[in-house]
């Protein structure tokens, strides 16, 4: 990876379709919604809140339960899913494997309630785990209805650690101490009889931050969160006035303390260490949080936890947050993913890891380098890596091009390759078989145009053409983890390309599972083109063989089926995470066969979902109806990368006699 790619940048947006007015109080009932997940378009999703509610109630718990944030990890996901997450997660699994920063960015219209949900479960569709571990991943959160205002440049950062016990004891000695040696450490100004304001009350604290002469660019504020009027969560400070009780102000009263002015504001960051800082009380509430107070008066930058903070764990989130942004000098994506580590390292009997909420725009460089000075806005976009196109033809010869009119945003801002041609329908098409060998040996060569484009870094594959089904498996074998696109050939429109209309519900991939007593062969049958007959398949691999027989199949197939990108991956996702499930590590498995009727972008999906190095050895057999028996030939994908002298990877069945 280059040094400082830019990074991945997807926002999910989403709005609301009814009046603000009729959802306070909220009414815990299904609600509708638009999703976008950028550049795709807008999708109507709906989200059950009363099935909501009982989940959200687990992560009041001192520690919700891995099965439980399960749950509600897998109901976020089902609730955006219609808006084609799938692509998106997709180009996130490329981004991480190379290394380059992802930024996800949740942005709600007309949908407060929204905010209130913890995306931070969102899951991953290629192994299930949470993408806020990822060392390169950021999530954070962005209101469209905050005021346009740049922070104010100034010539030194100075932070500003302010604490109240008003509401009850806090780590204030532990918090001063990790700041002290963060700033000592990367030498940064940091006068504790200036910058440290003790017993802190609402007019204390305003007039701090209004000072010129050193002005706070970075506020660490320390208290207790509270319950106020009408169920908002508010903080508790020391009062202005000695002897008066301690003052609860909800965002409200402090946004009118803190920024009554309407010029800008010098603060970069705001880190509130108090419980439910990120928290509004309830869904779609008028006041919301504290910490979207803050974002929406133009702090770049702000840190809150949306539910109780332990002591402990504050102090953890303090050095972790400070050594990586001042000592270390790294961004807060990197910083914030340090401090969950942390947390969920030191604090695995608490939540504070997954409580972390972080508002910032998604527009300005400002909020990721709160120490840093102020960049200056890029003028020319960063360049993209050359587009190769690869070409395959076995079964038939292809005589069109993708072209940016295909795949727009594949091809926007690329320099585009000639193309490489496979050109394999010369020596084995019209079922020339006894070439077979040779023309394997040549896909899968080491030297050859395939593997020398797969491991080529910094570029982007688009594979399409009409290959044998064993062979577009191959490919997608030696492609393995590689990022390719692949783009499926439109029947109607005589174009490589997909359907980007608005999104039609497609058939699912039903699976079914027969086990058998003997035998120690898995056969994976996938019937999306055609339906593959367990008649036709017995010619050459008997039921006494099969342990285990999985069917992925259409209620009814057809040719062209597969029309949409997303379609593609959730149906390539289906057939990956079953076949793990059920073949992958178990030794009773010696080898795996595949008969299947499908497009060619489901057969290369097929073959990387076979390079998992945990299944036994995965055969391929081809089908023509003109043959006897239909399935005359089978690649053995293993023996086809090994490239061994001596060991043919193709078998030809003889007819029977």
């Given at each position: 990876m280059p040094p400082n790619q830019a990074p991945l940048e997807i926002t999910l947006e989403l709005c609301g379709t009814q009046s603000?007015?009729?959802?306070?109080?909220?009414?815990?009932?299904?609600?509708?919604?638009?999703?976008?997940?950028?550049?795709?378009?807008?999708?109507?999703?709906?989200?059950?809140?009363?099935?909501?509610?009982?989940?959200?109630?687990?992560?009041?718990?001192?520690?919700?339960g891995s099965r439980d944030l399960k749950r509600l990890s897998e109901t976020l996901r089902g609730f955006i899913q219609p808006a084609e997450w799938i692509l998106a997660e997709e180009k996130i699994r490329y981004a991480l494997k190379i290394g380059q920063p992802v930024h996800i960015t949740v942005c709600s219209n007309n949908a407060d309630e929204l905010y209130y949900l913890p995306w931070e479960l969102l899951p991953t569709n290629f192994n299930g785990q949470l993408l806020v571990g990822e060392k390169n991943y950021l999530l954070r959160y962005e209101c469209k209805d905050r005021p346009i205002r740049e922070p104010v440049a100034s010539p030194q950062g100075r932070i500003l650690f302010a604490w109240s016990e008003a509401g009850g004891g806090v780590p204030k000695d532990g918090h001063l101490d990790e700041l002290r040696d963060a700033c000592a450490a990367a030498q940064f100004p940091f006068i504790e009889e200036e910058d440290v304001l003790d017993h802190v009350s609402p007019r204390r604290l305003a007039e701090k931050l209004s000072e010129t002469a050193r002005p706070v660019t970075a506020l660490h504020l320390l208290c207790h969160g509270s319950k106020v009027d009408d169920d908002a969560y508010g903080l508790v400070f020391d009062p202005s006035e000695e002897g008066d009780e301690p003052e609860r102000l909800d965002q409200w009263q402090l946004a009118n303390l803190l920024f009554s002015s309407r010029s800008g504001s010098p603060l970069r960051l705001v880190t509130l260490c108090a419980c439910q800082g990120g928290d509004s009380g309830m869904p779609a509430h008028p006041l919301g949080s504290i910490a979207r107070m803050f974002h929406v008066q133009g702090v770049p930058a702000v840190i809150a936890s949306r539910m109780p903070l332990t002591c402990a764990g504050s102090t953890t989130l303090t050095r972790a947050l400070y050594q990586s942004l001042l000592v270390q000098q790294e961004d807060l994506c990197t910083a914030l993913s340090s401090a969950r580590k942390k947390l969920q390292r030191e604090h695995s009997s608490s939540s504070d890891w997954l409580s972390l909420q972080f508002y910032a725009p998604a527009d300005s460089p400002a909020a990721l380098t709160p120490f840093s000075a102020l960049p200056g806005t890029p003028t020319v976009p960063a360049a993209r890596g050359d587009l190769v196109l690869i070409c395959h033809e076995s079964l038939k010869q292809t005589h069109v091009t993708p072209t940016e009119a295909d795949a727009p945003e594949l091809f926007a801002q690329r320099h585009v390759r000639p193309k490489i041609l496979i050109d394999q329908y010369q020596v084995i098409?019209?079922?020339?078989?006894?070439?077979?060998?040779?023309?394997?040996?040549?896909?899968?060569?080491?030297?050859?145009?395939?593997?020398?484009?797969?491991?080529?870094?910094?570029?982007?594959?688009?594979?399409?053409?009409?290959?044998?089904?064993?062979?577009?498996?191959?490919?997608g074998y030696l492609a393995d983890s590689r990022p390719v696109h692949v783009l499926e050939h439109d029947r109607t429109r005589q174009r490589f390309t997909w359907q980007t209309d608005a999104v039609a519900a497609h058939p699912s991939l039903e699976v079914v599972a027969r086990h058998g007593e003997t035998g120690s062969a898995a056969r994976v049958r996938v019937s999306i083109s055609n339906e593959v007959r367990p008649e036709d398949c017995v010619q050459v691999l008997p039921d006494s063989d099969i342990r285990l027989d999985l069917h992925f199949q259409l209620s009814t197939p057809e040719r062209g089926i597969v029309r949409r990108e997303a379609q593609l991956l959730e149906y390539a996702q289906t057939i990956r995470q079953t076949i793990d499930r059920n073949i992958g590590g178990k030794p009773e498995f010696t080898s795996i066969h595949v008969f299947a009727a499908v497009p060619v972008s489901i057969a290369f999906h097929l073959g990387r979902a076979l390079a998992y190095t945990g299944l036994p050895e995965c055969f391929a057999y081809n089908y023509n109806a003109d043959d006897v028996p239909r399935y005359k030939w089978c690649l053995s994908l293993k023996a086809a990368k090994a490239a061994i002298p001596k060991q043919p990877s193709i078998t030809v069945f003889p007819s029977p006699s």
């Amino acid at each position: 990876m280059p040094p400082n790619q830019a990074p991945l940048e997807i926002t999910l947006e989403l709005c609301g379709t009814q009046s603000p007015e009729t959802l306070y109080p909220f009414p815990w009932k299904k609600q509708r919604y638009l999703a976008r997940c950028t550049p795709g378009r807008s999708i109507p999703v709906e989200l059950r809140w009363s099935t909501l509610r009982e989940q959200l109630k687990t992560l009041l718990r001192v520690t919700p339960g891995s099965r439980d944030l399960k749950r509600l990890s897998e109901t976020l996901r089902g609730f955006i899913q219609p808006a084609e997450w799938i692509l998106a997660e997709e180009k996130i699994r490329y981004a991480l494997k190379i290394g380059q920063p992802v930024h996800i960015t949740v942005c709600s219209n007309n949908a407060d309630e929204l905010y209130y949900l913890p995306w931070e479960l969102l899951p991953t569709n290629f192994n299930g785990q949470l993408l806020v571990g990822e060392k390169n991943y950021l999530l954070r959160y962005e209101c469209k209805d905050r005021p346009i205002r740049e922070p104010v440049a100034s010539p030194q950062g100075r932070i500003l650690f302010a604490w109240s016990e008003a509401g009850g004891g806090v780590p204030k000695d532990g918090h001063l101490d990790e700041l002290r040696d963060a700033c000592a450490a990367a030498q940064f100004p940091f006068i504790e009889e200036e910058d440290v304001l003790d017993h802190v009350s609402p007019r204390r604290l305003a007039e701090k931050l209004s000072e010129t002469a050193r002005p706070v660019t970075a506020l660490h504020l320390l208290c207790h969160g509270s319950k106020v009027d009408d169920d908002a969560y508010g903080l508790v400070f020391d009062p202005s006035e000695e002897g008066d009780e301690p003052e609860r102000l909800d965002q409200w009263q402090l946004a009118n303390l803190l920024f009554s002015s309407r010029s800008g504001s010098p603060l970069r960051l705001v880190t509130l260490c108090a419980c439910q800082g990120g928290d509004s009380g309830m869904p779609a509430h008028p006041l919301g949080s504290i910490a979207r107070m803050f974002h929406v008066q133009g702090v770049p930058a702000v840190i809150a936890s949306r539910m109780p903070l332990t002591c402990a764990g504050s102090t953890t989130l303090t050095r972790a947050l400070y050594q990586s942004l001042l000592v270390q000098q790294e961004d807060l994506c990197t910083a914030l993913s340090s401090a969950r580590k942390k947390l969920q390292r030191e604090h695995s009997s608490s939540s504070d890891w997954l409580s972390l909420q972080f508002y910032a725009p998604a527009d300005s460089p400002a909020a990721l380098t709160p120490f840093s000075a102020l960049p200056g806005t890029p003028t020319v976009p960063a360049a993209r890596g050359d587009l190769v196109l690869i070409c395959h033809e076995s079964l038939k010869q292809t005589h069109v091009t993708p072209t940016e009119a295909d795949a727009p945003e594949l091809f926007a801002q690329r320099h585009v390759r000639p193309k490489i041609l496979i050109d394999q329908y010369q020596v084995i098409g019209e079922r020339r078989w006894e070439n077979l060998e040779q023309e394997v040996a040549r896909l899968a060569a080491r030297d050859g145009a395939l593997w020398t484009a797969f491991a080529e870094r910094d570029t982007e594959i688009l594979y399409y053409g009409f290959p044998y089904v064993p062979l577009a498996m191959l490919a997608g074998y030696l492609a393995d983890s590689r990022p390719v696109h692949v783009l499926e050939h439109d029947r109607t429109r005589q174009r490589f390309t997909w359907q980007t209309d608005a999104v039609a519900a497609h058939p699912s991939l039903e699976v079914v599972a027969r086990h058998g007593e003997t035998g120690s062969a898995a056969r994976v049958r996938v019937s999306i083109s055609n339906e593959v007959r367990p008649e036709d398949c017995v010619q050459v691999l008997p039921d006494s063989d099969i342990r285990l027989d999985l069917h992925f199949q259409l209620s009814t197939p057809e040719r062209g089926i597969v029309r949409r990108e997303a379609q593609l991956l959730e149906y390539a996702q289906t057939i990956r995470q079953t076949i793990d499930r059920n073949i992958g590590g178990k030794p009773e498995f010696t080898s795996i066969h595949v008969f299947a009727a499908v497009p060619v972008s489901i057969a290369f999906h097929l073959g990387r979902a076979l390079a998992y190095t945990g299944l036994p050895e995965c055969f391929a057999y081809n089908y023509n109806a003109d043959d006897v028996p239909r399935y005359k030939w089978c690649l053995s994908l293993k023996a086809a990368k090994a490239a061994i002298p001596k060991q043919p990877s193709i078998t030809v069945f003889p007819s029977p006699s």
